[in-house]
């Protein structure tokens, strides 16, 4: 078992529609959670960057942490053909060590939207 | 555009070459990494230099060479590379440990 999964889609909506992309992780270490998008042929780009449990909002995305549940959820509202991307969510323990700086991604997720 | 920026671009190189890939970055972040990212997969850790010192190697082969000339600078050396190394390799920058990681758009690199 994968220490973070991905549901690695392809996932394809209409313009305007509600997008649910979801990670689930098995390491409780894990504090320090992000999205990224990534298009093609370019760099993941950070788009949400949370800490332990809760909810955070950013225009039309709005990230949510459930620690408990070991399982995070990044919503897009009113989607648009540009935010058509591979979505990779990345989670870390932090601190110091053998950890530092150490990203641990779920698969990604091809997302498409269509005019 | 990225605030980490890494040249060249685009690389071809042969399996006796020596090249060298850079990256920059300007936003005082005391943190630099190198990641390989093959098609359809998510990054994979290279190396970690925390305040220019290399912190972690992820068993990475001797034939890729880090170097970090200072707190705004990162190399990868590339030496005898073979053709399954074809990948974009990232460099990220972050403020810690704790802190966000900042990719670049990568170098794609081609080994013939």
């Known amino acids: 078992q994968k220490e973070v999964e991905q549901d690695p889609g392809p996932l394809s909506v209409p313009e305007g529609a509600i997008v649910s992309l979801n990670c689930t992780y098995s390491?409780?270490?894990?504090?320090?959670f992000m999205w990224y998008r990534q298009y093609s042929r370019k760099g993941p780009e950070l788009l949400m960057y949370?800490?332990?449990?809760g909810n955070k909002e950013d225009g039309r995305f709005t990230a949510q942490v459930d620690k408990s549940s070991k399982y995070i959820s990044l919503f897009i509202r009113d989607s648009q053909p540009s935010d058509s991307a591979t979505y990779l969510c990345?989670?870390?323990?932090?601190?110091?060590?053998?950890?530092?700086?150490?990203?641990?991604f779920g698969q990604g997720t091809i997302l498409t939207v269509h005019p | 555009d990225t605030e980490v920026t890494q040249t060249p671009k685009h690389l071809v190189m042969g399996m006796t070459n020596k090249k060298s890939l850079k990256c920059e970055q300007h936003?005082?972040?005391?943190?630099m990494y190198w990641y390989k990212q093959k098609a359809k997969k998510p990054p994979e850790l290279m190396f970690v230099?925390?305040?220019?010192?290399?912190?972690i190697n992820e068993s990475v082969p001797s034939r890729f060479s880090p170097e970090c000339p200072n707190s705004s600078l990162l190399n990868l050396h590339l030496h005898a590379l073979q053709p399954e190394d074809s990948a974009l390799y990232l460099c990220?920058?972050?403020?810690?440990?704790?802190?966000?990681?900042?990719f670049g758009n990568g170098t794609r690199l081609t080994v013939t």
């Open positions: 390491n409780s270490a894990f504090q320090y």
């Open positions: 949370t800490y332990s449990s």
């Open positions: 936003m005082g972040h005391r943190a």
């Open positions: 990345a989670m870390s323990a932090g601190a110091g060590g053998t950890s530092y700086g150490k990203l641990t």
């Open positions: 990220a920058s972050s403020q810690d440990s704790s802190a966000a990681l900042h």
């Open positions: 230099y925390s305040y220019e010192k290399l912190s």
